[in-house]
């Protein structure tokens, strides 16, 4: 939950321990599977745009540390 930000209205998530092939089967299955569209990579970066981010924070929000939780006000 550490490797991840917030800003100027993109999540921005950090994939630099995996390698590519498996950061382009992540993308592919969060395209596919929870119809996330318009995700980008970027330098081992995934970059979500606004609306994937509400998306996310519903399927995610069961699991969110409470320490974690500042890391979704948008």
Known sequence: MTDGKIKNRKL?????KFKK???????QQLE??????QI???NNW?????????KIYI?????ILSSMK?????
Not at 32 to 37: G, N
């Open 59 to 63: 399927l995610t929000k069961p699991y």
């Open 32 to 37: 596919t599977k929870f119809q996330l569209d």
């Open 40 to 42: 980008i990579l970027n």
């Open 21 to 27: 092939k498996e950061i382009i089967i992540f993308k």
């Open 70 to 74: 500042f890391k979704f006000i948008f």
């Open 46 to 54: 995934l970059e979500f745009n606004f609306n994937n981010i509400k």
């Open 12 to 16: 921005s998530v950090n994939m630099n």
